[in-house]
C-alpha cells in the first residue's frame, strides 16, 4: 500500500474493518472485577469498504461494543450505525440540511436508559444494548436542532445539558433534558458567532462555551466548512444555569487557538471559573487538518502540537488568565465523571507523539494538586482509545476505580480491552478481542442498571 497516496485516516491504526461480527466468550489474560458488569461502547469513523470519505470526519460511524458480566468477557461485536448516510444519503437537500442524515460516528452515551448516537451535525440516533439501530431521535419531537457529540450529564442532578451549534443564525442553540429525557429548556444563546463548537463544560452554577479561531470557512470543500481564521475573535462565553441565563451571558476574550476537547470546569474557592483542556495554535490546528483531509505533504499526524491549557475567568474583575500547563502533546481528555462540573484532583489523557515524531502513544494521567504527570507506555506500534473512568465499588477516594482502553495491535493484527487501575495505571485484565479494532474516538462505560428493560 503506497501510504503517501492512501488518506491517512484509512490506513495504519485507522484501517476500516469490513463487515459486521459477533464474538462471545472472549479470552481474558488476568482477573476482571466482577463490578464491571455492563458494556464498553466506542464510536468511530468506518466506511464501508469502496467508499473515500473527503474528511476523516465524513466516514460512517461504527460501533464496538464489548459486553463485560461478573467476571466475563462475554461478547464482542460491532455494528454501523444505519442511518441515510451510511447508504450514501446527502446532507444537503433542495429542503435544507436532512439532520437524520448523519454518520453517527463521534461518540455513544447513555442518558435516560437510551443509547445515543452522536455526530454535531445532527440528531441523535438511537442504538440498542446489542448495537442494533433504533432510528434518529428527537425527544418527541421537542429537538429541532443538531445536538453537540459533547453533552455533560450533571452527576448531581442527572440533567443532560447540549447544544446545538451552525455556520448560519441561530448559531448556538443549548438545550437541557431532565434526568427522565424529558426536554426541558431550548434557548438561543445571544452574541455567538460562527466559530467551531464542538465542546463545552458545565460548573455547578454555570455554562461555559468555547469559540476559538477556526470557524466557518464557504471555500473549504473536503465537506467539514471550516477553517483558521486570525480574523476570528477567540473567546469563552460563561452563562449562568438557569432559564434566564441566555440572557445574562458574558463574552471574554482570549488568545487565539482551538480547543475541540474539554476536560472540566469548575468555580474555584474564590468564585473564580476554572476551564481546562488541550488546544492547538495555528500550526498545530494546520498539520491536524492536513492529517483529516489526507493532503499531500501532511508529515505528521493529529494532536501533534496539543497542549493543555488552563484559563481562568474572574468574573468579578472581568479578566481571564490563561497558561499552557503541560508541554506533552495530548488529546482525549477524561475524569472521574462524578467530579465533572466539581473541581478534581485527577484527569487522564492520550499521548501523542510530536510534530518531528518525537514520544509515542500513551495513557497519562496528572495530578493537578502536586503537580505530577505519570505517563504508561502501551508499546510499540499500539494506539490506546480514550481512556474512560469507572469508579469501583465502594470507592472512597476520587482515582479509586478503573480505566478502560481499546489498544490497537498493528504488530499483532489484533486488539485489547485494557483494564487499569485508575490509581497506578497498572493492568489489572486484558480482554482479547477477535478483530484488530478501528482506532476511534469516543465512548462511554453503561452499566447495566443504567439501561432501559
Known amino acids: 500500500m503506497d501510504l503517501t497516496t492512501e488518506k491517512p485516516y484509512l490506513t495504519g491504526h485507522y484501517t476500516s474493518v469490513a463487515d459486521e461480527i459477533t464474538a462471545t466468550e472472549l479470552t481474558v489474560e488476568g482477573t476482571l472485577p466482577p463490578e464491571l458488569t455492563g458494556r464498553l461502547i466506542r464510536n468511530g469513523h468506518n466506511p464501508k ?79 440498542t444494548a446489542d448495537l442494533d439501530t433504533v432510528g434518529a431521535y428527537d425527544f418527541d419531537g421537542k429537538l429541532s436542532s443538531v445536538m453537540t457529540a459533547h453533552p455533560k450529564t450533571d452527576p448531581v442532578t ?10 448560519f443564525p441561530p448559531f448556538l442553540i443549548y438545550h437541557v433534558a431532565d434526568a427522565k429525557g424529558q426536554l426541558v429548556q431550548s434557548a438561543e444563546i445571544p452574541g455567538a458567532t460562527a466559530a467551531l463548537k464542538h465542546d463545552f463544560a458545565i460548573t455547578r452554577n454555570h455554562v461555559v462555551f468555547i469559540e476559538g479561531s477556526v470557524t466557518f470557512d464557504p471555500n473549504e470543500h473536503s465537506g467539514i466548512p471550516y477553517g483558521w481564521n ?54 498545530g490546528f494546520r498539520l491536524s487538518w492536513n492529517w483529516w483531509v489526507g493532503a499531500p505533504g501532511r508529515g505528521t499526524e493529529p494532536n501533534a502540537r496539543s497542549y493543555t491549557r488552563r484559563w481562568m475567568i474572574d468574573l468579578t474583575a472581568g479578566t481571564v488568565d490563561e497558561q499552557i500547563i503541560d508541554d ?101 485484565a486484558a480482554v482479547h478481542l477477535p478483530r484488530r479494532v478501528t482506532a476511534g474516538i469516543h465512548g462511554s462505560w453503561i452499566p447495566d442498571d443504567e439501561l432501559r428493560h
Open 49 to 127: 469498504p469502496g467508499v473515500t470519505p473527503t474528511h476523516w470526519f465524513k466516514g460512517s460511524g461504527m460501533v464496538h461494543g464489548i459486553r463485560l458480566r461478573e467476571g466475563r468477557a462475554e461478547w464482542y461485536r460491532n455494528r454501523w450505525v444505519h442511518t441515510p448516510a451510511l447508504d450514501g444519503a446527502p446532507y444537503m437537500t433542495e429542503h435544507g440540511p436532512d439532520l437524520t442524515a448523519s454518520v453517527a460516528g463521534t461518540h455513544v452515551i447513555e442518558h435516560a436508559g437510551r443509547l445515543l448516537a452522536l455526530c454535531e451535525a445532527n440528531l441523535p440516533y438511537e442504538i
Open 230 to 283: 486570525d480574523q476570528q475573535p477567540a473567546r469563552i462565553g460563561v452563562m449562568p444555569r438557569g432559564p434566564e441565563g441566555p440572557a445574562s451571558i458574558r463574552w471574554f476574550s482570549i488568545e487565539p487557538g482551538n480547543m475541540l476537547h474539554a476536560a472540566n470546569a469548575y468555580e474555584d474557592g474564590q468564585g473564580r471559573i476554572v476551564l481546562e483542556g488541550p488546544t492547538v495554535d495555528r500550526e
Open 158 to 167: 442527572g440533567e443532560l445539558h447540549f447544544f446545538g451549534s451552525s455556520p
Open 328 to 428: 506533552l502533546a495530548v488529546e482525549f481528555p477524561t475524569l472521574n465523571e462524578d467530579y465533572l462540573g466539581r473541581e478534581h484532583r485527577y484527569q487522564y489523557a492520550i499521548a501523542f507523539p510530536d510534530e518531528k515524531g518525537f514520544g509515542a502513544y500513551g495513557l497519562v494521567k496528572y495530578d493537578r494538586t502536586t503537580g505530577a504527570r505519570r505517563v504508561r507506555p502501551v508499546g510499540d506500534a499500539r494506539l490506546p482509545s480514550e481512556a474512560v473512568f469507572v469508579p469501583a465499588a465502594g470507592a472512597t477516594r476520587e482515582d479509586d476505580g478503573y480505566l478502560l482502553t481499546v489498544v490497537s495491535d498493528l504488530k499483532q493484527e489484533a486488539s485489547q480491552l485494557l483494564v487499569l487501575d485508575a490509581s497506578g495505571l497498572d493492568q489489572i
